[in-house]
């Protein structure tokens, strides 16, 4: 697997301190986000998935704990648009150039505006997607947010 990837070399160009973590990747899985939280031992609150969506036909990208629901409502708000849906999984890869189960909000293809669930910052460190399928990055939900300049909001169902 490779520790080097488009997400990892965005954090490290941008300073952020986090860490690695590869786990073996079930694509079977019913949750990714839950699966990788289980893998590495983690609380699936604290593992979060990253999803794309078209806010308002505009792609743009969620980010929330594994161990919930998004708010399609809730998250359209927190964007600023009217409504949100889920984008198929082939326009989410083309956007952001990963392959589905793993995509990053780092790195991505094309800048998108992104929100991230509020309870990020609660913990001492959150996991995210690293770039590819069973790579995980550790890092603050505030460094998280501020190297992706995404809005703080409730999107959690």
């Known amino acids: 697997m490779a520790q080097s990837t488009r ?37 699936p609150a604290q593992v979060f998935k990253t999803l794309m969506v078209l806010a308002d036909g505009k792609p743009a990208c969620v980010i929330a704990p594994s161990s919930g629901e998004v708010s399609m409502k809730k998250a359209a708000a927190a964007l600023g648009t009217k409504a949100a849906a889920m984008m198929t999984p082939a326009q989410a890869e083309r956007l952001t150039g990963y392959k589905i189960g793993g995509i990053s909000p780092f790195g991505q293809m094309r800048r998108v505006p992104m929100v ?6 609660l913990w001492d460190a959150i996991f995210l997607n690293g770039g590819q399928r069973g790579l995980q ?11 992706l300049d995404a809005a703080l909001g409730d999107i959690s169902a």
């Open 116 to 121: 991230i669930d509020e309870t990020a910052i």
């Open 137 to 147: 990055v550790r890092l603050t939900g505030e460094d998280a947010r501020r190297v």
């Open 7 to 43: 997400a990892t070399r965005t954090l490290e160009q941008a300073g952020i301190t986090f860490g690695l973590h590869a786990y073996d990747y079930d694509p079977s899985a019913g949750s990714i986000g839950l699966a990788a939280a289980e893998a590495l031992g983690a609380d």
